[in-house]
């Protein structure tokens, strides 16, 4: 079945540790998200990807780096800057709108909950 | 401003009701597609129901409808014959033609009361 592998599950981060949160997709989408929820709360844009070798910053990048080499994966690495890490990220991806009757909904993975020690 | 507004933090509904779920939008794009999302408490979220701007119908999707305003820039979710697996947040969401961002609300928790 085609969907979207995030891991780990849950991660815990040390102080002034880089983690690196995976995210898979067999979907053959080009386009990938990386939001962050906080707890009651919606979704944030970190970064976005609409093709293999570029991403731009959404909303709260501060903190955090992408990579995308191959189209099936985008990771998200949390550095020591984000001071405030403690979140769920959940990644997505989507087709490209290309048809204005297009009906692409993004498409999520199951997510990964990410605490201090 | 806001792309997409969600004004209700929090709702009830006795089981088997019907309950609606508010959602208006911000936009100058003649093409765009809304959409709604549930999210259980375990996290996952789940893709209920679309709109496009260019329907002329509302979309149905088994219990699932949308009320779809064009010109109060509104797209409303009505649960039919609430269940107590509906309880859980969701989000409202809207694509743009001119991106591939999408733009969330803040979400409505709904609780399904038996």
């Known amino acids: 079945d085609g969907g979207i592998t995030q891991s780990p599950k849950y991660l815990f981060r040390k102080e002034g540790q880089n983690v690196t949160l995976s995210c898979e997709q067999n979907?053959?989408?080009?386009?990938m998200y990386w939001y962050r929820q906080d707890p009651g709360q919606g979704l944030r844009l970190i970064y976005y990807?609409?093709?293999?070798?570029?991403?731009q910053k959404g909303d709260i990048a501060e903190g955090y780096s992408v990579s995308r080499e191959k189209k099936e994966s985008f990771p998200l690495t949390v550095t020591s800057a984000q001071k405030n890490p403690t979140a769920f990220y959940l990644c997505?991806?989507?087709?490209?709108?290309?048809?204005?009757?297009?009906?692409?909904?993004?498409?999520f993975g199951d997510g990964t909950r990410l605490s201090i020690l | 401003a806001q792309k997409i507004t969600q004004t209700q933090p929090g709702m009830f509904v006795q089981e088997k009701e019907a309950v609606t779920l508010d959602c208006t939008y911000d936009?100058?794009?003649?093409?765009?597609?809304l959409f709604w999302y549930k999210q259980p408490s375990s996290g996952e979220m789940i893709f209920l129901i679309y709109?496009?701007?260019?329907?002329?119908q509302n979309a149905t999707e088994g219990r699932y409808s949308l009320n779809f305003q064009k010109a109060r820039k509104s797209a409303n979710l009505v649960i039919s014959a609430s269940q107590l697996g509906d309880s859980a947040m969701y989000f409202c969401?809207?694509?743009?033609?001119?991106?591939?961002?999408?733009?969330f609300g803040t979400g409505t928790s709904l609780t399904v009361i038996p």
């Open positions: 936009t100058s794009d003649p093409s765009y597609g």
């Open positions: 969401a809207m694509r743009e033609h001119t991106g591939n961002q999408f733009y």
């Open positions: 997505a991806s989507s087709t490209p709108d290309r048809f204005i009757r297009s009906n692409q909904p993004q498409h």
């Open positions: 709109q496009g701007s260019y329907d002329q």
């Open positions: 979907l053959n989408h080009d386009a």
């Open positions: 990807s609409q093709i293999v070798n570029d991403f």
